[in-house]
């Protein structure tokens, strides 16, 4: 079962759906830094990923998934967390071996605060990137299974689609834009805890 710590933040801090909060429980991430060790970890270079939360947090195909309109239930809960990532991702990856992460000593309710600021202030350029990741994920299903199904057996024309919708949106992987988006996004979270002064904790001194 999550800690206190974490279930407030998913719920409270990044407002994270009740539907979310319970898959996250069926991952067994207890802690908050079981979130950030699976939102950061060596996998995806110990940066956030759409593509790699998709497939952490997806519900196995019960999902609907909407390329043509950028949708998938728990998106705003997955861009959440990929900003939650990027604005950690400094401090966490600059851990020592054997070092204990304090998360009181770079989060503060003024961090969510500005947090959610740019969430809205920036949607256009962090939905581009959601799509992207999105159409990777999708195209990552597509050709499992198209791996796994039999000789002779014929493809819907609904994943067909998807494929080929995915495969356009990928096909822009190195295009200016979603190179110059996802760099202004990393620069703009990267930056958010450094004009931030998180509240000093009060001296035990008598």
């Not at 407030?8 to 994270?16: E, I, K, P, T, V």
């Not at 067909?160 to 096909?171: E, N, P, V």
């Amino acid at each position: 079962m999550m800690n206190k710590e974490l279930k407030s933040l998913l719920c409270h801090d990044l407002m994270c759906s009740k539907a979310f909060v319970k898959v996250a429980s069926r991952q067994k991430i207890k802690s908050i830094s079981e979130l950030l060790a699976a939102t950061l970890g060596p996998e995806t270079g110990g940066k956030p990923d759409i593509c790699d939360l998709l497939f952490r947090f997806h519900r196995n195909g019960k999902q609907e998934l909407d390329l043509d309109n950028n949708f998938h239930p728990f998106k705003f809960e997955l861009i959440a967390l990929f900003c939650f990532g990027l604005v950690l991702q400094e401090p966490w990856n600059s851990l020592k071996p054997g070092e204990t992460f304090n998360f009181e000593e770079h989060w503060s309710p003024l961090v969510t605060k500005m947090l959610h600021a740019k969430l809205v202030k920036h949607a256009s350029s962090i939905n581009f990137v959601f799509k992207h990741g999105l159409a990777q994920f999708v195209a990552e299903i597509i050709a499992s299974q198209d791996f796994e199904q039999p000789k002779g057996s014929t493809v819907s024309a609904s994943p067909r689609k998807m494929a080929k919708l995915a495969g356009k949106i990928l096909g822009r992987s190195h295009d200016v834009r979603m190179e110059t988006y996802f760099s202004d996004i990393k620069l703009v979270f990267s930056h958010l805890l450094r004009s931030v002064v998180c509240p000093a904790k009060p001296s035990n001194a008598s």
